[in-house]
């Protein structure tokens, strides 16, 4: 299964995308906010930093939220009964998905500021 054609490894990824699309809330909520902030961008017109600014913190979320998700449900198929290591595992990516949604909101926080007191 290793090092098969690009195009399968594409399927494979879009695949993990749609998947998470249909279980996770969360990630459906991640996905509509980037459009929001994708939207505000297009109206506004900010310069080129605050397109990557916002952009990369947008991507991370979303990745966060992809890796989280691939990892509750390894945990869950592998280990279904209740375990304090699976507690913290699960916590831990859910804190790293809460500490990068946080800094997004912070940096269009900031991006607001500066584009609507300009
Ligand atoms: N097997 C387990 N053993 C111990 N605690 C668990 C276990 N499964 C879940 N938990 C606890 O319940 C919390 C929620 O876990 P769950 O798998 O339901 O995530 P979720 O609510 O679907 O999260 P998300 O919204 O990110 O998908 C975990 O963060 C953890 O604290």
């Known amino acids: 299964m290793k090092n098969q054609r690009f195009h399968h490894r594409l399927g494979f990824a879009i695949d993990g995308i749609v998947s998470a699309w249909r279980s996770e809330a969360s990630f459906r909520l991640q996905c509509l906010a980037t459009l929001g902030v994708i939207a505000v961008l297009a ?3 900010p310069p080129m930093m ?27 198929h592998l280990h279904p009964e ?26 269009f926080a900031a991006f607001l500021v500066d584009t609507f007191s300009s």
């Open 43 to 45: 109206w506004r017109q």
């Open 50 to 76: 605050w397109w990557a600014f916002l952009l990369i913190m947008c991507g991370m979320v979303l990745a966060a939220e992809l890796f989280n998700t691939a990892l509750e449900t390894a945990l869950d």
């Open 82 to 107: 209740r375990h304090d290591a699976i507690r913290i595992a699960k916590d831990c990516a859910a804190g790293a998905v809460l500490l990068l949604s946080v800094t997004a909101a912070g940096v």
